[in-house]
């Protein structure tokens, strides 16, 4: 099967750990940086994977959102 898809076994390998922890990192199974380093990639290059896949690499719900403009609210008025 591999040969039909043109893939050897360490590209095969590869391509499941990165697809594997994008699935995970989307699922909320495993933060940003364990699913990085499952998929074998550094921060910048699993950033770019989520994008080119699809997969949001920030997601807030809107208590969170509140939260972090709140935070910057005050971070502006006090700097």
């Known amino acids: 099967m591999l040969a039909a898809l043109e893939l050897n076994v360490d590209t095969a390998a590869s391509e499941f750990r990165k697809r594997l922890a994008a699935s995970y990192y989307r699922d909320g199974r495993l933060s940003f940086g364990k699913a990085a380093n499952l998929a074998a990639l ?16 920030v997601s807030y719900d809107e ?17």
């Open 63 to 79: 208590r969170d959102l509140a939260r972090e403009l709140e935070v910057f609210a005050g971070a502006r008025r006090s700097g």
């Open 42 to 57: 550094d921060a910048w290059d699993f950033w770019d994977y989520l994008v080119e896949s699809g997969i949001p690499v």
